[in-house]
C-alpha cells in the first residue's frame, strides 16, 4: 500500500507531464470530458445505459452474469436454438422480454451504433458499463498463479479497433485491458458487438495510463510498446514474465508521455508498400508472439 501510495502521491507531476505532450485545449473536448466524468461513480462504473445488440453478445453478457434491464426480441422471430437460449436466461433471471416491430430494434441499434447495426433481432439494456480495478486485475492474475499478462490501450479511437483487440485479448489469456480516461473510446454497444462479447470475460480498467504504467513497473511487469520505430524487432523481444504490451492510437502511436515509460519499444517488419498496420492487427501479432513464447516457457 505504501508503494501504491508514492506512486499516487506524484500523480499530479505525471498529469501536468502528460498535458504538456498532449493537444493544445479544446473547450468541446473539455466540456465532453466534464459530462463523461458526470455520468461515472465513484466505483468507476458508468452510469448512462449500455444497448447490447447482435446474437452472441447479448448471449455472452447474459451467461457472463451482467446486470441486464431488459430485453427486446423482433416480432415474429421464431424463440429456437440461440435465440430460445437467450430468451431463457433472460426471463430465468427475471429480465422483461418484450417483442418490438423490427424497426423500431432498427433504430435503438442504430442510435448505440452510432450508425446502421446488424442487430439479429436482439437487443438488450444493460446498466452502465462496470469498468475494472486495476488491483483487482492483479489479484485475479494472482489468484489464478499466473504471471500477469496486461494490454494497455493508448487513445485508441475506433469502436472496431477496440472491440477486435478486446476479443484478441480474451483469447489469448490477458488478464485485463487498460484504456484512458480521456481522449479514447470506451466499451459502447458498438464496442461490444465488434468484441463478439468477449467484454463480458475481459475486466477494462478506465484510469490514468502514465500512472498506471508507473505502477505496473513498480510491481515488477516490464513494459513493452508497439512502435514502428521500436529498437527491436518484435520476435526478438523477451515477451515472457509479468508483461504490459501497449499499442498506441491508430493516428499518431504512442504518446511520448507514454512511450518513455516503455522498458522496450518493438516494430512489425513491413516488407510492402504498405506503410503500416492498423491498430488491431498490429496490437494482435504482438498479443499472439507473446502467448507463443509464454507457452514455450511453460
Known amino acids: 500500500m505504501a508503494e501504491q501510495g508514492a506512486v499516487k502521491g506524484r500523480a499530479a507531476a505525471r498529469k501536468a507531464e502528460a498535458r504538456a505532450t498532449a493537444a493544445p485545449s479544446d473547450p468541446a473536448r473539455a466540456d465532453a470530458a466534464r459530462r463523461d466524468e458526470a455520468r461515472r461513480d465513484e466505483a468507476g462504473r458508468?452510469?448512462?445505459?449500455?444497448?447490447?445488440?447482435?446474437r452472441h453478445p447479448v448471449l455472452e453478457a447474459l451467461e457472463a452474469g451482467e446486470s441486464v434491464e431488459a430485453l427486446w426480441m423482433a416480432a415474429g422471430l421464431e424463440q429456437r436454438g440461440i435465440l430460445g437460449r437467450i430468451a431463457g436466461m433472460a426471463r430465468r433471471a427475471g429480465v422483461p422480454v418484450k417483442s418490438l416491430p423490427r424497426a423500431a430494434l432498427d433504430r435503438m441499434a442504430a442510435q448505440a451504433g452510432r450508425g446502421p447495426a446488424n442487430h439479429q433481432g436482439v437487443v438488450m439494456r444493460l446498466a452502465g458499463f462496470d469498468y475494472a480495478d486495476l488491483d483487482a486485475i492483479l489479484a485475479e492474475a494472482m489468484r489464478r498463479g499466473e504471471e500477469p499478462f496486461l494490454l494497455?490501450?493508448?487513445?485508441?479511437?475506433?469502436v472496431h479497433n477496440l472491440g477486435s483487440l478486446i476479443r484478441t485479448a480474451e483469447a489469448a489469456g490477458v488478464h485485463g485491458l487498460l484504456i484512458p480516461e480521456r481522449r479514447a473510446?470506451?466499451?459502447t454497444a458498438a464496442?461490444?458487438?465488434?468484441?463478439?462479447?468477449a467484454v463480458a470475460h475481459l475486466p477494462v480498467a478506465r484510469l490514468d495510463l502514465v500512472e498506471a504504467l508507473d505502477l505496473l513497473k513498480a510491481r515488477g511487469l516490464s513494459v513493452v510498446g508497439l512502435?514502428?520505430?521500436?529498437e527491436l524487432?518484435?520476435?526478438e523481444a523477451s515477451l515472457?514474465?509479468?508483461l504490459a504490451i501497449v499499442v498506441g492510437s491508430e493516428g499518431s502511436g504512442l504518446?511520448?508521455?507514454v512511450a518513455r515509460r516503455c522498458d522496450l519499444r518493438v516494430a512489425l517488419p513491413m516488407r510492402g508498400r504498405v506503410a503500416s498496420l492498423n491498430a488491431a492487427v498490429a496490437g494482435s501479432i504482438l498479443l499472439y508472439e507473446a502467448l507463443r513464447q509464454r507457452a514455450a516457457a511453460g
Open 240 to 242: 515472457g514474465g509479468p
Open 233 to 235: 524487432g518484435y520476435a
Open 46 to 54: 458508468d452510469l448512462d445505459p449500455v444497448l447490447v445488440y447482435g
Open 152 to 158: 494497455v490501450l493508448d487513445e485508441i479511437q475506433d
Open 227 to 230: 512502435d514502428a520505430e521500436g
Open 185 to 187: 473510446v470506451g466499451v
Open 191 to 197: 464496442v461490444r458487438k465488434a468484441s463478439a462479447g
Open 255 to 257: 504518446r511520448r508521455v
